[in-house]
Each structure stands twice: as structure tokens, then as C-alpha cells.
């Protein structure tokens, strides 16, 4: 009997510093997904769209056609250079205005 009690005991104590890490995780991620969509509703304000996935993704989209236009025109491809600049520029003033 004493040692059916032993692993009982041993059982509870290790399913119960299982529960603390999940609790303790579940919060961390619980933070990091509140401070994300804060983030998110934060910039969206600030240039005038809707949160949505896509507005997302399309300012991602128009923010790398920017990079691009500035890689070719740091490699001196001024004509390449134009046309992503411009393209980008169309997007993202498309979706801020």
C-alpha cells in the first residue's frame, strides 16, 4: 500500500509542474498575441486602413517593392530602379489612400 501512495504522490507532483508550465506558456503566448494585434491595430490607424490580413500583406508587398528600387539603385540600375520604385509607390498609394 505505502508504495502504490509513493507513485501516486510522484504522479501528482509531476502533473501538476506539467500544468505550471502549460499555464505558464499559455500566458506568454497569450501576451505575445495581445501585444501583436495592439501592434497591428497601431499601425493600420496611423495610415488609414482596415486591419485586415490583407491590407497587411499588401503593405508587406509594397515595403519590399521599396527595397527592391533601392537594391537597384545601389547596384546603379536606374532603369530597373525606376520601375520598383514606381510599382511600390502605386501599391502603397493605393492601399493608404
Known sequence: MR???FFESL???FGS???FIVDALSG???MLGGAV???IDG???ALGVTPSLLSIAVLLLGLILLYSAVRSFMRGSIIGGLIWLFL???L???LIH
Open 28 to 30: 506568454v503566448i497569450s
Open 92 to 94: 502603397l498609394s493605393g
Open 11 to 13: 504522479g501528482e507532483a
Open 37 to 39: 494585434a495592439s501592434f
Open 43 to 45: 499601425m493600420s490607424g
Open 88 to 90: 511600390g509607390l502605386w
Open 3 to 5: 508504495v502504490e501512495g
Open 17 to 19: 509542474f506539467i500544468r
